[in-house]
C-alpha cells in the first residue's frame, strides 16, 4: 500500500491501528469505532495472546473458585470485535514499529510469517509483563504467574492434578494478597513471602501490620523481610520448595505475584519517549509525547499522579478503559483527556477490606511535602447496628495548608470503598478542615453518625491546627 | 444573679446556657468542655424528656429487632455528662427565652416550679416535633408516633401486647419506610399509605417507583396518592382500621411517620429570625442572625443548600452532631463554621437501599436550573463476581455547564453508600465531565471496571455535549 495515498487524503478512508488487544487497546478500538463508521475509519487491532478484552482483575477469583467459568472474565470476544467491523488479528505479534515509515511489522505467532502494516494513527497498548525473579528454578513446573487467562488456567491445572497442599506465594502486594485468599479458598496451606517489611507496600508499614495481623488471623503464614533466592525441584523437575536466605518453605505449588513492568520494548525500540519507571510518556490526550499520529494507554503508559506532580506507573484495569475511551475518541477527531489519577487501590483478602488512595508517608517525603498524619479506629456501621465492623483509617494532610494527601484504610465489609470519599476530595484538592463538613450519606445501617473518613478528617485538622503529627 | 456581673467581665465565669439535651445540644456543650475548664466556662442544659443524647434514627432497628436493648441508642447518659462538669437538668423545659435580658424561664416538668436562669452565651438545640395529623382518632391507643425513645418504648410495648398482625404506615418517607422493614420483621402484614405518587418523595417519582416495585416485593403493601383521613377505633377505643378518603385499612397498630418540623416556638416567641420552613435561620458560624451571643443547631434550624444557594429544613442526626461540634466551638471561642449542606441521605428498607443527594429535578426547576439527566443500570461488583447486584443511577447536571446537580441510587447492597461520591462532588463544584476521570477503587468484589456512578456521569456528560436530556 502506498501511505502517502492513505493518509490525511480527504475522501480517503483513514487507518487506525491497534497493538495490543486487551483493555486499553479494544476501549480505544470501540470508542473509536463507535464515533467513525467503517467507510471514515478502517481499524486493525493485532493481539499475540489467545484472548481479548479480558479481566486480568479476575483471575485469582476464578482460580479461588468464586467464578466458575474462564469466559464470564472476557468481556468481549475476538468474534464480538470483528462484528463490529474491527479487523482484530489474533495470535499476532508487533514486532517493529517505523515511526518513520508510518508502519508497524507483525508476526503470526503460528506460521512465523511477517508483514508490514502502515498506519495514519496508532495506539500502543502493549500492557505490562509480570516480573520474573532471575532466580535458579524459577520455570520449573509448579511455578506460576497470573497474569493472562493462559496463566490461570495452566495454574489451575496444576492446582488440579496437584496432591499436595502447600502453596507458597511470592510477594504480598494486590496479586500476592488476593492469590493468597484464592488458594486458601482452594483450602491450601499459605506461605506468603514478602520482600518488605510489611505486605501490602502501598500503604505505609503501621498500616501494612494491620494486614499482616490479620493474614496470619486467616491461617496465612507471612515471611517477611525475606527474598526467595532460590526455588528447589524435586527429582521429577517440579518445584518442592522455594528458598531464601535462612530458610526453606515446602511448596506443591508456587504463585509469583512480584508485580509488572511496562512492556515498552516496541516503544523503547522506535525511539519514543519513556520515563522513570519504564512506561511511555503521553501528553493529557493520552498522545505519545511529541507524536501527533501515536496514542498510548494502559498498562505500558505513565501517568500522572495529580496529588505528588509526578509520573507514576499503575497497572490497573479501571485506568485501561479510561485511557482507552479518551484514546479512542481522540484517535477518531473528537476531544478527551485523562488529568491524571491520585492513586486510588482497592482490594481485599478474604473478608480483610484494604483500599488507600493519595501519598503514603514516604512518596510525600519523595515530593518534598511536610506533612501531619491522623489514624482513627472506627466503625462501618452504628456502633448498636448488627455486623457493625472496626476499621482503622489513617490520613495524611499537608502541614500548614492542611490539604489532603492521602487516606488508607484497612477493615472489613464497608471499609474498602470508603476511600472514594477520600478520592474525590484529592482530586477538588480539599483541605482536611473542609472535609470534616463532608455532608456524607448517614442512617445507622450505613455509617456511624461521624463517618469514619470525617472522624479522621476532624484529628487530621486537628494536628494541622496545633502542628503536631 | 446580677447579669451584669456575669457577663463578660474579665475574671468571671460565663455561663453557657443549652436548651435541649439531645445530639445538637449536648455536642455543643461536651465540645464547649472540651475547650475550656469548668474554672472558666460554666454550663447548664435543658433537656424536657427522660434521655441525652440519643440515637433516634436508631429507633426503627431497636423496634425491628436488630438493636435489642434501648440503651444502646444512648451515646452518653445523663451522669456521663454530669461528670464531665456539664449541670445538666433533665425533666427540665425552657418555657421562654428572654433575650433583652439575657436569660431563660425553666420549669421542672414533674413539680412544676418555674425558675429562671441567666446566660452569657445561649444555645437553641429545641429539635424537631413529629407532624400529627390533624384527624379523628390519632391519639388513639395504638397509633404511635417514633420520633423520641418514649415513643419507641411505648410501640413496642403496643407491638408486644397485640395479638393481631396488620400494621398501617402512614408516611413513605425515611421513616416510613423504616418502620415498615422493622414491622416486618416483626411478621407483620405492612400497608404504607402514601400522600405522594410514590414512595420517597426525597427521590423524582422514576426512582419512587423502583422503591414502589422493590417493596412490593418484598410483600409490603403499597397505597400510593392517598390521604389518611381518620383513625378508626373498636369498641375497646383501640385503632382498629385507618381510613381514607375511598377506603378502610384495618390496622392493628398505626405507625406515623410522616416527617417532622423544627421545633421553634420558643425562638418564635422571642423573636428571633426564622425562615420559610419555620427554622432559625442563622450564620455560617451556627450563630442565630444578628444575635451575638446566640446559637443554634440540629433540626430546629434551616440549613444552606450549597446546590440550590437556598435554605432548607433537613432533620438529620449527622448534621446535628456536625452543628454541635461548630456551636461548642464557637461558644468556647474557637472558630468553626458549618458550610452547608448537599441534602445528602441514605436509607434502605430490608435490602433495598436508597441514596439520594443534591437537587431532584423539580428542585432544579424551582433554583431556576436548567438540566439535562441520565438514568443507567450497573452493577455493585464486577458482573462475574459471586453476588453483584444490580443498581440503578440518575444524575443531573446543569446544562451547558455540565456541574452536578444530584445523584439518585436505588439498588441493593453497595448501593447506597455510593452516593458518597457524588456527595464530595458536588460540595466541590465538578462537573460531570470531569467526575467521569474520577480515580475511583477498582477491584472486582467492590466494582465493575467502569463504577456505576462513572457510567452515570458519563451518560451525563453525553447529554450536556448534545444537549439532549
Redesign the interface.
Known amino acids: 500500500m502506498n501511505m502517502s495515498a492513505v493518509r490525511g487524503v480527504p475522501g480517503t478512508r483513514e487507518r487506525l491501528v491497534v497493538i495490543g488487544g486487551d ?1 486499553a487497546g479494544m476501549s480505544a478500538a470501540s470508542q473509536a469505532r463507535r464515533l467513525k463508521s467503517a467507510e471514515e475509519l478502517e481499524i486493525v487491532a493485532f493481539e499475540r495472546g489467545h484472548f481479548t478484552s479480558f ?1 486480568a ?2 483471575i485469582p ?1 476464578w482460580v479461588g473458585g ?2 466458575d467459568d474462564r469466559d ?2 472476557i468481556a468481549r470476544t475476538a468474534e464480538e470485535h470483528r462484528a463490529r467491523d474491527i479487523d482484530l488479528r489474533m495470535r499476532t505479534e508487533v514486532v517493529e514499529i517505523d515511526v518513520a515509515g508510518g508502519r508497524v511489522r507483525a508476526r503470526d505467532v503460528e506460521s512465523g510469517d511477517e508483514y508490514w502494516t502502515s498506519y495514519d494513527k496508532l495506539v500502543i497498548a502493549t500492557g505490562a509483563r509480570p516480573i520474573r525473579p532471575d532466580m535458579p528454578g524459577a520455570d520449573a513446573p509448579g511455578v506460576h504467574g497470573v497474569q493472562t487467562l493462559d496463566d490461570g488456567q495452566a495454574l489451575i491445572d496444576t492446582l488440579t492434578r496437584t496432591r499436595g497442599r502447600r502453596a507458597v506465594v511470592v510477594g504480598a502486594g ?1 496479586i500476592g494478597v ?1 492469590m493468597a485468599e484464592a488458594l486458601i479458598n482452594r483450602g491450601y496451606e499459605v506461605t506468603v513471602v514478602n520482600r518488605g517489611s510489611e505486605p501490602m507496600s502501598t500503604l505505609d508499614p503501621d498500616m501494612g501490620r494491620l494486614v499482616h495481623e490479620a493474614m496470619e488471623g486467616l491461617g496465612i503464614t507471612m515471611v517477611n523481610d525475606t527474598e526467595v533466592t532460590k526455588v528447589l525441584t524435586g527429582e521429577n523437575g517440579r518445584v518442592r520448595a522455594v528458598a531464601t536466605q535462612d530458610a526453606e518453605y515446602p511448596a506443591d505449588v508456587v504463585v509469583l505475584g512480584i508485580g509488572v513492568r511496562p512492556e515498552t520494548s516496541l516503544a523503547r525500540a522506535a525511539g519514543l519517549p519513556l520515563g522513570d519507571h519504564g512506561g511511555l510518556l503521553t501528553d493529557l490526550a493520552m498522545r505519545v509525547r511529541g507524536r501527533e499520529n501515536i496514542w498510548a494507554g494502559g498498562d505500558c503508559v505513565e501517568v500522572l499522579d495529580l496529588v505528588s506532580g509526578r509520573e507514576r506507573h499503575i497497572a ?4 485501561a ?2 485511557h482507552g475511551q479518551v484514546i479512542g475518541t481522540n484517535a477518531a477527531g473528537g476531544y478527551a ?3 491524571g ?8 483478602v478474604c473478608d480483610l477490606e484494604i ?1 488507600r ?1 493519595g501519598l503514603r508517608e514516604k512518596d510525600a517525603r519523595r515530593a518534598g511535602l511536610q506533612y501531619v498524619t491522623a489514624t482513627i479506629e472506627s466503625t462501618s456501621r ?5 455486623n457493625s465492623s472496626p476499621m482503622t483509617v489513617k490520613m495524611l494532610a499537608e502541614r500548614r495548608t492542611g490539604r489532603l494527601l492521602g487516606v488508607q484504610i484497612v477493615g472489613r465489609e ?1 471499609a ?6 477520600a ?3 484529592l ?2 484538592g ?1 483541605t482536611v478542615e ?1 472535609m ?12 456511624p ?3 469514619p473518613v470525617l472522624v479522621a478528617a476532624r484529628r487530621a485538622a486537628k494536628a494541622v491546627n496545633t502542628g503536631t503529627s
Open positions: 483493555a479481566s482483575c479476575g477469583y468464586d467464578v464470564r472474565l494486590y488476593e490497573l484495569g479501571t485506568h478503559n479510561k483527556t485523562f488529568p489519577v491520585v492513586g486510588t487501590a482497592v482490594s481485599k483500599a488512595t452504628a456502633g448498636y447496628y448488627p464497608g474498602g470503598k470508603r476511600v472514594d470519599i478520592a474525590v476530595a482530586t477538588a480539599m473542609q470534616t463538613s463532608l455532608d456524607l450519606g448517614y442512617a445507622p445501617p450505613f455509617s453518625v461521624w463517618d
